[in-house]
């Protein structure tokens, strides 16, 4: 199979994390699946860009804006999917067979299952509800990846310049739900700790209700972020 994935990934101020990302992602390129390399920086102020020119990388820059950093990002991909992901999230070994598998044998959409870099029964349960999430409704959010194709990406009109739920503007704008890989996504869980498992849990959900409800995604952001 030749390279048909661009992988894109939106930067921040992400050096402690981005090395790990990008190193879980030398399986896909041993593979032959992976045509490029897109980070999408927002204003980064450490060393995340020469990580990732060091990568290989090719560099978007622009305002800090998920919306509108990924919608910049995959702008400049050249191959005929799209694999999103975020700096803080490692693909688990076994990644590369799966999304090739699926491109192979399907034309929609796909996410990985959720897991985070912690242990106990909090990063377990919660990661089990986004799993869930994601089975009954169709929503998966950024931390657990996207695979998408660039066809069903425009038809859907891309990503929204908007600083939340970006994620799930999209995919709510697809024609058919993603389904979900048999591989994991690893992504960090310093936010769940900092503000504790139930609260945060607790606040993406009214979150996720507010923006479905309708309210509007930059006044969520500056509510997210307090």
Do not use: F
């Given at each position: 199979?030749?390279?048909?994935?661009?992988?894109?990934?939106?930067?921040?101020?992400?050096?402690?994390?981005?090395?790990?990302?990008?190193?879980?992602?030398?399986?896909?390129?041993?593979?032959?699946?992976?045509?490029?390399?897109?980070?999408?920086?927002?204003?980064?102020?450490?060393?995340?860009?020469?990580?990732?020119?060091?990568?290989?990388?090719?560099?978007?820059?622009?305002?800090?804006?998920?919306?509108?950093?990924?919608?910049?990002?995959?702008?400049?991909?050249?191959?005929?999917?799209?694999?999103?992901?975020?700096?803080?999230?490692?693909?688990?070994?076994?990644?590369?067979?799966?999304?090739?598998?699926?491109?192979?044998?399907?034309?929609?959409?796909?996410h990985f299952r959720l897991r985070f870099r912690a242990r106990g029964v909090m990063p377990a349960w919660v990661a089990g509800w986004a799993n869930l999430r994601s089975a009954l409704f169709g929503l998966p959010y950024g931390?657990?990846?996207?695979?998408?194709?660039?066809?069903?990406?425009?038809?859907?009109?891309?990503?929204?310049?908007?600083?939340?739920?970006?994620?799930?503007?999209?995919?709510?704008?697809?024609?058919?739900?993603?389904?979900?890989?048999?591989?994991?996504?690893?992504?960090?869980?310093?936010?769940?700790?900092?503000?504790?498992?139930?609260?945060?849990?607790?606040?993406?959900?009214?979150?996720?209700?507010?923006?479905?409800?309708?309210?509007?995604?930059?006044?969520?952001?500056?509510?997210?972020?307090?």
């Open positions: 199979m030749s390279a048909q994935i661009s992988i894109v990934v939106p930067t921040l101020d992400a050096e402690k994390v981005l090395p790990a990302c990008l190193m879980s992602l030398m399986e896909g390129l041993h593979a032959g699946l992976i045509r490029e390399l897109i980070v999408s920086d927002g204003g980064s102020a450490d060393a995340t860009l020469a990580i990732a020119d060091e990568a290989g990388a090719v560099i978007v820059r622009g305002p800090a804006s998920r919306g509108g950093q990924l919608r910049r990002g995959v702008a400049e991909a050249r191959g005929a999917w799209l694999l999103v992901l975020h700096a803080d999230t490692e693909l688990a070994p076994g990644w590369a067979e799966a999304v090739a598998r699926h491109i192979a044998q399907s034309e929609g959409a796909a931390d657990q990846g996207l695979l998408v194709s660039r066809r069903d990406y425009d038809r859907a009109g891309g990503y929204p310049d908007q600083p939340l739920m970006e994620d799930v503007a999209l995919v709510r704008a697809l024609a058919a739900r993603p389904t979900a890989l048999p591989c994991v996504a690893l992504t960090g869980a310093e936010r769940y700790q900092r503000a504790g498992w139930l609260r945060r849990g607790a606040r993406n959900l009214w979150t996720l209700a507010r923006y479905m409800g309708g309210a509007d995604p930059a006044r969520l952001a500056e509510s997210y972020r307090r």
